[in-house]
């Protein structure tokens, strides 16, 4: 059974960086079936998806936050992390960390979802 | 980019059954994927590819897509089934974006 842990900060001053960690466990982060990705979710709103990664580091990102973020991944330790830089108050979001899964189409679900973490914007 | 439209609340008496739209430009041409999230909680995958049923999902759920809508089914509702429910897909028009509805909020009556 895939489990997924989101770790980082919980507060974060405007105008820094927002760094993210997903430890995933019960399944290898390297497998080529997969994609691993992240999603936020402001409090009271919806969900937004930030952005992706495979097995082999090639990444794609909401066209809303491309230029903020950065995803990575680090096999050694099965984990992928999430940089959003010049964060504001309208980052304040519960953030996710998502397990990607597809049949050989190309079209992917979330299939396995960390339990989520707040992370908080403010001074 | 690609917009998907719910309606932001469905009221149903327990047994009865439930129905959610997702409106999307020609989404029948898409696969729709569905997620339920009660309070607190994280998204939980109920429906893949338009109609499939992940495992320990109960049968009372079901999805179809056609058109300009797909619909998430719940059959015989349960107090347990009230949560914010989610359609999603995959921006074919972009490489490897994915978009989610806007949530529509099931109330038990």
């Known amino acids: 059974q895939v489990q997924m842990q989101e770790s980082g900060p919980g507060l974060v001053k405007p105008s820094e960086t927002l760094s993210l960690t997903c430890t995933v466990s019960g399944g290898s982060i390297s497998r080529r079936s997969y994609h691993w990705g992240w999603i936020r979710q402001p409090p009271g709103k919806g969900l937004e998806w930030i952005g992706s990664?495979?097995?082999?580091?090639?990444?794609y990102y909401n066209p809303s936050l491309k230029s903020r973020v950065t995803i990575s991944v680090d096999t050694s330790k099965n984990q992928f992390s999430l940089k959003l830089t010049s964060v504001t108050a309208a980052d304040t979001a519960v953030f996710y960390c998502?397990?990607?899964?597809?049949?050989?189409?190309?079209?992917?679900?979330?299939?396995?979802w960390g339990q989520g973490t707040l992370v908080t914007v403010s001074s | 980019s690609y917009v998907l439209t719910q309606p932001p609340s469905v009221s149903v008496a327990p047994g009865k059954t439930a129905r959610i739209t997702c409106g999307g430009n020609?989404?029948?041409?898409?696969?729709v994927h569905w997620y339920q999230q009660k309070p607190g909680q994280a998204p939980v995958l109920v429906i893949y590819?338009?109609?499939d049923r992940p495992s320990g999902i109960p049968e009372r759920f079901s999805g179809s897509n056609s058109g300009n809508t797909a619909t998430l089914t719940i059959s015989r509702v349960e107090a347990g089934d009230e949560a914010d429910y989610y359609c999603?897909?995959?921006?074919?028009?972009?490489?490897?974006?994915?978009?989610f509805g806007t949530g529509t909020k099931v109330t038990v009556l």
């Open positions: 999603q897909v995959w921006d074919s028009s972009s490489d490897h974006h994915y978009v």
């Open positions: 998502a397990r990607l899964n597809s049949d050989d189409s190309g079209d992917f679900f979330f299939d396995y």
């Open positions: 590819y338009d109609s």
């Open positions: 020609n989404i029948g041409g898409q696969s």
């Open positions: 990664i495979n097995y082999s580091g090639s990444t």
